[in-house]
């Protein structure tokens, strides 16, 4: 045998092995069996997720409180049902606010934890007169000079004097308060009364901005 042909059969051989140690193209994998009741942990996760969610939710950001009473009436009517919120909430004039009753002084007939609604009129600082011959409400803002009469077209009838009510004489509402009223002035107990006064900005749980219930009556605040 020459050289040459030495050398090619050298090389076949060398080829030959190079090909044996290449790996082995594997077949299409085998699916694997799926474990039964599968499908239902996973939803059921899904679903413990989105409980736990909505429940966060409805503790840190949004609450669902339903109207008790006539005091917010004509803007919001007995059992309505209203979505309030405390995420980054500063009281404003005018708000509708959510007050944990309990904690509200004289409040201790009510319900442990039953919150009540009313609305926002001062904030501290501010000075707030009546004069209940017309049944009207008047503000001086904090740092104002001149007293403002209040434009409320949402109460249900003038503000009226009563057996424990504020006298009408002007009242500065004192730091970290507001005083509050309901729109149904004379069928609200709220700030003017004797038994309650301005309320601490802590008791306040959130403002209501939308009402949820009835659905036909759907509407923002």
């Known amino acids: 045998m020459s050289e040459n042909e030495n050398l090619e059969e050298l090389k076949t051989q060398e080829n030959a092995v190079s090909e044996s140690e290449k790996p082995k193209k594997k077949g299409k994998k085998e699916e694997e069996p799926q474990k039964p009741f599968s499908g239902a942990l996973e939803w059921a996760g899904s679903l413990v997720y989105a409980v736990l969610a909505m ?7 949004f609450r669902s409180i339903t109207v008790d009473g006539e005091s917010m009436m004509n803007t919001l009517q007995d059992q309505d049902r209203v979505l309030s919120t405390n995420f980054f909430y500063t009281p404003q004039r005018g708000d509708i606010v959510v007050l944990q009753a309990d904690k509200v002084q004289n409040q201790n007939t009510r319900k442990y934890g039953e919150p009540i609604i009313k609305r ?8 707030i007169k009546f004069d209940f011959e017309n049944g009207e409400v008047y503000l001086k803002k904090a740092g104002e000079q001149e007293f403002e009469l209040l434009e409320e077209d949402y109460i249900a009838a003038p503000t009226l004097a009563s057996e424990d009510r504020h006298s009408g004489e002007e009242h500065i509402v004192p ?21 309650i006064g301005d309320v601490d900005t802590d008791l306040i749980m959130g403002r209501a901005f939308v009402r949820l219930f009835p659905f036909d009556k759907f509407t923002l605040l």
């Open 55 to 61: 429940l966060l939710l409805n503790l840190f950001v």
């Open 120 to 127: 926002v009129i001062a904030l501290a600082g501010d000075t």
């Open 175 to 195: 730091e970290n308060c507001v005083f509050v009223m309901g729109d149904n002035r004379n069928r609200s107990l709220d700030s003017r009364s004797l038994y």
